[in-house]
């Protein structure tokens, strides 16, 4: 997903993009950008900061908020405290006008090779519990949970972090495509019919940990029973 105002830039990135191979999509204003990126899951953004209806800064903070997506920054800031804030605030990489082609299709793939998720074929183990994405099937203690679509996705959407806290909104986002106005009482209401499913509950988890006023978390229980307990995590730490 190409994000720039620019459309001579943007018609150029967007076409020498294809030609090496990547589908390629641009939109020319910040909140087009975000609406795209929240509908069409791209595997990375280029963003240019120098938007005309939002500054790329605050979108970038925007796109953080719900999406995981690596983000590679062009623009003509050259400014060190520039560069230095953008890429504290979520950036993968910051190249400065002008560049070639061939260096940001370079840049795309250094990012994608860093950031490169787990083979979604390889089933993810913690303790007793068996996430295999190939199948769609989770077992517990080598018992089928037997879960529905939306409990498979969300539990998935957990363990592919796993020990990471996830806020709601940004399971909003990744499981039901809904990162504006969303309830998080639809999360809430999964999550108890995953805690059920794990014989576990809120007052005694093992496998969710809810954070307050953060998120949650999967966590093996082996590994978290050292830990102090999530109300009292610094909530910080996340931000």
């Known amino acids: 997903m190409v994000v720039e105002d620019d459309v001579e830039i943007r018609t150029a990135l967007v076409r020498s993009l294809a030609e090496r191979g990547w589908a390629a999509h641009g939109s020319a204003t910040g909140l087009d950008g975000l609406s795209a990126i929240v509908d069409g899951h791209p595997d990375v953004v280029l963003l ?8 790329g800064d605050d979108l970038l903070r925007m796109i953080r908020a719900v999406s995981a997506v690596p983000v590679v920054v062009i623009t003509a800031r050259d400014e060190d405290d520039q560069i230095v804030r953008t890429l504290d605030a979520g950036a993968d990489d910051y190249v400065v ?29 913690l303790g007793g519990l068996r996430i295999d994405h190939a199948s769609r099937v989770v077992t517990l203690d080598g018992h089928d949970l037997g879960l529905s679509r939306k409990e498979f996705d969300l539990l998935y959407a957990l363990a592919s972090r796993r020990g990471r806290v996830v806020s709601k909104r940004q399971l909003l986002a990744e499981v039901w495509a809904q990162p504006y106005g969303g309830s998080d009482s639809t999360v809430d209401v999964h999550l108890s019919w995953l805690r059920r499913k794990l014989g576990e509950s809120a007052a005694e988890p093992r496998y969710l940990r809810a954070v307050h006023g953060v ?20 909530n910080s730490t996340y931000q």
């Not at 240019?48 to 939002?54: A, E, R």
């Not at 949650?216 to 029973?225: F, G, K, M, Q, T």
Request: no cysteine; charged share 35%.
């Open 97 to 125: 006008k002008p560049f070639s082609a061939n260096q940001i299709a370079a840049r795309l793939r250094a990012v994608l090779r860093r950031g490169r998720p787990e083979q979604p074929d390889e089933a993810i183990v």
């Open 215 to 234: 998120g949650i978390r999967l966590v093996d229980p082996a590994d978290s029973e050292q830990e102090q307990p999530d109300n009292a995590a610094d």
């Open 48 to 55: 240019d900061l120098g938007l005309p209806d939002i500054d």
